[in-house]
């Protein structure tokens, strides 16, 4: 700038960077608008994959706890196997995936939020109601159940459990399908506790011990490896981890 006793002017250099500098804060401003559009954009909606026993039993009270927090996001969920999660998540289809399954699907990251316990039921009227002993690992083993498909977690952690599964009786892609045919007497299966508490406090199945093995199993929250939750996801996952549901 030219400063004299009447005041200052710009030089010509001084206004050519005048000029820069306006270009460089509108740039800026456009930046601003623009990744903020972007965060309310991402902000407005929320995609999550989850498992069957997860999305019928656990997600609910989730998902209104994380509705106090964000009113305005609008949630989608996909209920499926632990293979159909990983799938959603790899194809960019979900923000955030909940699985039930043994290990973690390669290309994803996780972190454990609860764990749950696999529990072998039957109507009242099956054989196996009136045992007086547990079952052993063999007898469960090589007997036909009522099983999910093959992909879901509930049957991984159940084949590796006891090392192989018999054919099965009745293959079905739903926790509640599986439960119903269990109500209804058409053989044993194995659950969630999660799923059939309600069952058996009126006695519509009971369970039947087993010895000789563990059925426990971890409940995790997945997404794709190197991008960590934001936004909705973010604290979907806080909410999870925190206990409320």
Known sequence: MDRSPRGSRLTDAGALVTDWARRVVEAAE?????????????DSRLRVAASMTIAEYLLPGWLIALRAHRPDTAVSLLAGNSAMVAERLLDGEADLGFVEGLTVPTGLD???????????????THPWARRRRPLDAAELASTP????????????????????????????SSTTAVKASAVSGAGPAVLSELAVGDELSLRRLVTVPVEGVALRRALRAVWPTGHRPAGPARD??????????
């Open 236 to 245: 979907l996952l806080s909410l999870t981890r925190s206990g409320t549901g």
């Open 145 to 172: 159940l009522i099983l999910r498909e093959e992909g879901s977690g509930t049957r991984q952690v159940l084949d590796a459990a006891l090392g192989g599964l018999a054919r099965p009786l009745i293959e079905l």
């Open 30 to 42: 456009a930046f601003d608008a623009g990744t903020q559009a972007l965060r309310d954009r991402r």
């Open 110 to 124: 996780s972190v454990v939020i609860a764990h749950d316990r696999l529990t072998v039921v039957t109507a009242p």
